[in-house]
């Protein structure tokens, strides 16, 4: 067997085996030490492949894609600084449990460490952000070798996506002459008509006995709270509400839980949480005695900070594997059940029991009295951060995806975010929050028919400007809404911001760009406005391709403005309190 | 003490041991928890400050700058893939050798693997390219914390500095709140007047001894070849020089050797090795016997070849501190000496010794013969990518700058930059060769007053288009010649490209972008030609801000106009052998 054929059979038994494992994109940056995977991805029928030249949008790219899809999606890139472009994208994918499979093509071993042209030490080079690495072995066209590759093909495929997401990582050693053969006979010949390995996957539950357990330290508890944070599962947003309005307990739903919307009964959402604790008084006089929480650390920052500042809040942490997401260094009760599961048995182990229905009663009245609040200028024609977020949910139809940008945006989404019955998706980066990548993500979650609207700063639009370029080769549609504030909003709520001397060069970071005309260079549609009206009737119509709504706010003014509505809401809750 | 207190001067213990150690410039992208770190160098008067908000184009700014400076600059970013987007510029470093020093705030240790926000393990997340990390310790005021805080900035520029230059990392945990305190008493005050450390470098070379053992090995050669790659020493090029002068001996010089250019005797200079060696039959008949080789292999693929054709080529290679750049796989024979010592050493101990001279007398025919051919057409008014790099080099003034892409643009380089009196510096990315960050790159070369202009093509420039954004900010001239025939023209010469199925797609990533908007958006001014009257007028007045010529040439011309040159090349060299 030739070196050519060596190469074919073993690339092609490789990507046959992604296939069959359930693998259905492929994003390929180009390059030329990576051809024989690129060939044979565009060769396989069973694949979608994308090119995106920019690696590191294409990490993002995938990202967004795997999230969206809730499935693994393959990257390919060829050997050198191209990889080492994937590592945001993989960190994220880390920290936000989203499966990825990495196939970085290499110099073969002796090119290595030695000087030779794009050819880098690739080993363990993401660790350790990565849940499994291995380097494959040369291209080898025995059986044996066949057989090996696909085996590491389906497993690599499982591990993305088994426990805890990640990105798994294989380093491809080739030898030049690099294109392969596909005129042999038989290069996609299977030996089994399934995937090579098949995974039965139990999830894990609590016993009887541990569910009684658990129950009695519970139940007589008074102030207790629901909080669940970051997370995309559909069946755990209904379990929960199940679970909250049985035991009569209030729901605190973090704008990224998905909870906030598609309900119909909503009694036992509180979604302004964060807007309430923002007050001293308010985390004083209505802290839980226990916290049973759910996803991610939710985005809000007062209620991180009540929970350190109050010892006697009880946490109880619902993990679904290994993990612990836990920051405040107070002491946690940790559940390691699947959390779908958990709702699902507690609530049958225990059918007639409530907690004290009060404590729910005055939840719902501080969250009635704050969302009245924070909505209560919303027909007026000015346009706050806050005023952009309600609008484009007004907007939005039944089924549609917003991916959420981090700093400002997300903050605004967590205040103006109210309960609705439409289905909406919320995405975001909150693995490492990065301001990064953000552009890409947005393609990726809408590049299998998603309608996605993705808000961000100009900041984090600017970040990833280059992401904009799959959506013009692809001519996939997204509407992206600029808060433009000329720089780092979030800033401006930061003590930093008394220190006037450097501010603005450092941290307020205005910059000034018309990106008219970048977004004109990828083909995209272009508007800015300053007024609600002209916002409202942009977003009444769905974009065909790339449309990019700059709205224009003031720092100042924003910030004002969210002042002034919590110190109107810590009054009214106060008032209330007292009559 | 107090928390501000301790972290004040912790930090500016840290800052001002920097700058005592020689660090002048320090690149800051904008975030929260860098606070303490991005204040305080703003408020240190001996430190220059750039502000560049996209990290990854930050890395690059700072290597250009490195490189071009010949010192560490340091770079700032604060948590999470803030860092992660450093990654390709740290490879770079790596490999081409260039000194940075990477800060890196981070959270505190409690707030680490807990799910805390933009907290990632940033603990060696860069290795194996760096030469040294160090966690930092959480800031404290005492006398013994500000004499190891002082201690460890000293000691990461020398590192970072010495022996083979790298980049260093230094992880920063900080807690809030971030804001340090100037106007506490004695801030700035120096135990030391002089730095921390103070370090005597000595270099290595050989004894009279190892001299006369190396010459016997050498000296009855017949057919010697000096080889020099990419290297930045000026005192290297003189010496160099002087020796295959005195010795008799072709000095085949790389474009980005520094040697072909600022030379009043250039008849041992060799510049057009790489076209001659196109042709399988003057490798065969025109190989060496012997190859001593300075700095990185050569651009050259063609000398390579020759290399791993003939294995009677014996091979010396001299390097100034450990390393093994030999892609070979050939027996080699390692001297590690400082190069410009070597030389001088060498030609002094043998002051009388020559080679056969008729040996360079044939390759200095050779050269001509080649030099005449790929010259002929240069004045014809039509646009190859030769044509564009040949009538820069005629434009361009005495002691200006040339930062040149990868892939066609540095092969374009060593084929048509030839030897000059005028002095040109000639920098580029040959550590791991991408072609990422090369805008960002080509303005930290410019940022000190260095009159830079960068030849990329067009898939390199839309890679780091968000480089220009520092040029805008500080209003930095820079002119760019971006080569563009509309994606990977590379390809066009690799054997993928006769596999027409999926060609254009995979390879030739056609992407149709007018860049004019986007250099427009960054306030740069925009010239597109098809030709070379046109750019040798552009090209006659320096610009003033950045400036962006973009030639549209035709890949497949391109191609059919190079083959048809080196086939002239071989038809002319084998008939002046027969004559």
Known sequence: MNHTERLTRYVTQFVDELVQSGVTDVVISPGSRSTPLAMTFTQHKGIKQWINLDERSAGFFALGMAKEQNRVVALVCTSGTAAANYYPAIVEAYYSRVPLLVLTADRPHELRDVGAPQAIDQIHMFQPFIKWFHEMALPEGTEEMQRYVRSKASRAVHVAQDGNRAAVHLNFPFRSPLVPDFDLPNVWERTLSEGFHSNVNGRRRLDAHELITLHERLQHKERPLFVVGPQTDEALRYELIQLAEQFGVPLLADPLSQVRSGVVEEEVIIETYDAILKSEWAREHYRPDVVVRFGAMPVSKPFM??????????????????????????????????????????????????????WLETWQRLNKEAKSILLSDKEENSLTEGHVISTLLDELNQDETVYIGNSMAVRDLDTFFMTTDKRIRVLANRGANGIDGMVSSAFGAASHGAEVTLVLGDLSFYHDLNGMLVGKQYGLPLRIIVVNNNGGGIFSFLPQAEQSTDFEELFGTPFELDFEKTVSMYGGRFFRTQSLEVLRAQLATAPKGLEVIEVVTNREINAQWHRTKWREIEETIREGAET
Request: glycine share 2%; proline share 7%; with cysteine.
């Open 305 to 358: 900070l009540m929970l350190n500042e109050y010892e006697d809040i009880e946490q109880w942490i619902v993990e679904a594997h290994e993990g612990h997401r836990e920051p405040t260094s107070r002491p946690a009760n940790f559940v390691y059940s699947d959390p779908v599961l958990f709702c699902m048995d507690y609530r049958e182990a225990f059918p007639q029991f409530s907690f004290n229905r009060s």
